[in-house]
């Protein structure tokens, strides 16, 4: 059974409906997800709610949820604008991670948002034996390539179903099955043709659907590479 490699079941959207959630998961072949965690305040019903489902997790800081007394020294920088983060802070924030990292050989999830030559230059700075995955990935072959070469995979989540996303199509469709990991980064980046609001791990049906047509492969092969690449990546 194939995983979602990012999921956040543990959030608020999932409260009423998570065990129903999971059983229709697991009816369309998909058997769990890796809960990626947001901050040190969200960590404790995090990891309550993987054991509860008996799911792996990851532990971790999104920019957005910056250490508190970090932000509130950058508030200066723009007063006006409280959802806004600094690159200084984010910077000092990843590379507080980064060095964990590769201290304890743990592997990586990054997101870089118009940021890549940015983080690549960063992560050059380490000895990262374990890699990580690029999260909801959308870069271009060459961006891709790069971040290969360093030794991480790439997330690719609903995007790949606009047809207007050609950069990442056309990327996803050169790229090595190594290369790949699939998500959907529920219950958000939900596809512009759902009904509904919240995204959510069964998406992941029509995500390999839709990485088999463009990589010229059947949906069983697709699921099996994609289910080894992330046992490999994060030891499950």
């Given at each position: 059974m194939i995983f979602d490699s990012h999921a956040h079941l543990d959030f608020s959207e999932f409260d009423h409906d998570r065990r129903a959630l999971m059983a229709a998961m697991k009816a369309a072949g998909i058997g769990g997800a890796i809960i990626p965690g947001v901050s040190s305040e969200h960590w404790s019903k995090q990891k309550a709610i993987a054991h509860q489902l008996q799911l792996p997790y990851t532990l971790g800081i999104h920019p957005w949820y910056c250490p508190k007394t970090?932000?509130?020294?950058?508030?200066?920088?723009?007063?006006?604008?409280?959802?806004?983060?600094?690159?200084?802070?984010?910077?000092?924030?990843?590379?507080?991670q980064l060095a964990l990292a590769a201290e304890l050989k743990l592997p990586l999830i990054l997101h870089s948002v118009k940021s890549h030559n940015e983080l690549l230059g960063m992560l050059k700075q380490y000895s990262l034996p374990r890699g990580g995955v690029i999260h909801a990935f959308n870069g271009s072959y060459e961006t891709a390539i790069a971040y290969l070469e360093l030794g991480f995979k790439l997330g690719i989540g609903g995007l790949l179903l606009n047809k207007n996303a050609k950069k990442l199509r056309d990327t996803v469709s050169k790229l090595p099955l190594d290369a790949l990991l699939v998500e959907t980064d529920s219950p958000s980046m939900t596809p512009h043709f759902l009904p509904e609001k919240r995204n959510t791990p069964l998406t992941l049906v029509q995500i390999i659907a839709e990485m088999a047509n463009l990589q010229k492969n059947s949906n069983v092969l697709i699921s099996e590479h994609l289910q080894q690449n992330l046992m490999q990546l994060f030891e499950l």
């Open positions: 970090l932000i509130e020294c950058d508030q200066s920088l723009a007063p006006d604008n409280p959802a806004y983060v600094p690159w200084n802070l984010q910077y000092r924030v990843l590379d507080g």
